[in-house]
């Protein structure tokens, strides 16, 4: 067969795993160094989202986006939580 591969054509590459791993975290810190924030930049498109939705319900739909926005205003202002923190439960049983 024309193809085979025999021992003289495999080439040994040093293996260095030290080496490895320190490129490795640089290459990791390189791009955590660059990254913006992850939440708050989440945070920020959902609210532009919901802003833009609620811009285009009250062109579309007054009365429906009036409704909505009275319901959002009592939720942010009554001072209750709207999903109830799973810390504080837990820590109540306790």
Known sequence: MENEIT???????????????????????RRSKRRVDDVPAMQTVVCIIVALFMFGMNILYPETAGEVFSRLNQAVFSGKNILPNPIEIISELL
Do not use: G
């Open 7 to 29: 021992e003289q054509d495999i080439i040994e590459i040093p293996v260095t795993c030290e080496d490895d791993t320190e490129e490795l975290l640089e290459k990791y810190d």
